[in-house]
């Protein structure tokens, strides 16, 4: 690891040392500064975080049960890979999920929560389409504004882990030529259905927008969906 792509842990947290490494490690895995297929060096983590190796052990063994790593015997962890039957098979549940999500909105919002709903739908169209950051962070607090809405804690923790292990294709997705456009009207749609209490019709469309994700994703990685 030549360059450092780990910030140091600030021990004046409140929250215990072995769930800030956790964090930080999640964090460098999702944003790619850990690459898939890179090996896990408790010695050189723990030295770039400036920790003992220990939580650093801890982090990682909870990264491996989260999908995020993989131990590979006599060797050693590594930095999971993400195959196209794992892209299928994570957006086939997160499809499910995110449908459910948008259901129980519909019937559970308040007016408040969907001011701030519709306030960050606004905001994704004055974002540039160049700036996939932006998107992917905008994209990001939309969908969890939902989540949110739909009352449902275990629900929210499932299919935020689901999108983790995606994230980091997030911004191949919108940079498929027109996605971008597509998805902020997708958005529209979501946000009108769930305005007007209308269950089943939110369900259809957060499906279908997950779906649509998904090809374009497949399309930018030159796979088609059988």
């Keep these: 690891m030549e360059e450092t792509r780990l910030i140091p842990i600030k021990l004046d947290n409140y929250k215990p040392l072995r769930e800030l490494v956790f964090e930080s490690l999640r964090e460098a895995i999702i944003q790619g500064r850990l690459k898939p297929g890179e090996r896990l060096m408790e010695i050189q983590l723990a030295e770039e975080m400036g920790v003992s190796r220990t939580p650093v052990r801890e982090a990682i063994r909870k990264l491996e049960l989260e999908g995020f790593v993989v131990m590979v015997p006599r060797k050693g962890a590594y930095v999971a890979g993400i195959s196209v039957k794992d892209i299928v098979d994570v957006f086939e549940v997160r499809a499910a999920l995110e449908a459910l999500a948008a259901g129980l909105a519909a019937e559970r919002i308040t007016e ?81 259905a769930i305005s007007e209490r209308n269950v089943e019709l939110a369900q259809i469309l957060a499906r279908e927008h997950i779906e649509n994700a998904e090809q374009s994703l497949l399309n930018a990685l030159g796979e088609a969906k059988e």
Excluded: C, M, W
């Design 112 to 192: 408040e929560e969907l001011e701030e709903l519709e306030r960050a739908l606004v905001k994704t169209y004055e974002v540039s389409s160049h700036d996939l950051e932006a998107l992917v962070e905008t994209d990001t607090r939309f969908h969890e504004l939902i989540y949110k809405a739909s009352r449902n804690e275990r629900l929210v923790q499932i299919i935020t882990n689901l999108a983790d292990q995606i994230q980091r294709f997030r911004a191949t997705s919108l940079a498929q030529p027109g996605r971008t456009k597509h998805a902020l009207e997708e958005h529209k749609q979501i946000v009108e």
